[in-house]
Nanobody, 121 residues
Framework: QVQLVESGGGLVQAGGSLRLSCAAS????????MGWYRKAPGKQRELVAA?????????AESVKGRCTITTSRDNDKNTVYLQMNSLKPEDTAVYYC?????????????WGQGTQVTVSS
């Protein structure tokens, strides 16, 4: 199993920046990719950015050029960061960390508890 602990959300003015962090522990060697999703009121959950174990990244069109996803690993934790710049009110949402894993040829997805990001105009 993988445990995810998120941090870094908050209230920021439009044009400002935030950095979200998600620390994964447990069976981190089973992780194929980690990413950030968001869910705004009245909207479906959407992918914001993802990074594979090999370092390939993927971004939603709405955040390209404004967000950067990176990852770091120490002995027992794999941490993924989402640096968000030039934030807009439409970025307001609950942001969820995700880890996709494969164990014994089966895929499992793990989710963090969510962190609120509010961008004021």
């Amino acid at each position: 199993q993988v445990q995810l602990v998120e941090s870094g959300g908050g209230l920021v003015q439009a044009g400002g920046s935030l950095r979200l962090s998600c620390a994964a522990s447990g069976n981190i060697f089973s992780i194929d990719a980690m990413g950030w999703y968001r869910k705004a009121p009245g909207k479906q959950r959407e992918l914001v950015a993802a990074i594979t174990a090999g370092g390939s990244t993927n971004y939603a069109e709405s955040v390209k050029g404004r967000c950067t996803i990176t990852t770091s690993r120490d002995n027992d934790k794999n941490t993924v960061y989402l640096q968000m710049n030039s934030l807009k009110p439409e970025d307001t949402a609950v942001y969820y960390c995700n880890a996709d894993t494969t164990v014994l040829y089966k895929s499992w997805a793990y989710w963090g508890q969510g962190t609120q990001v509010t961008v004021s105009s």
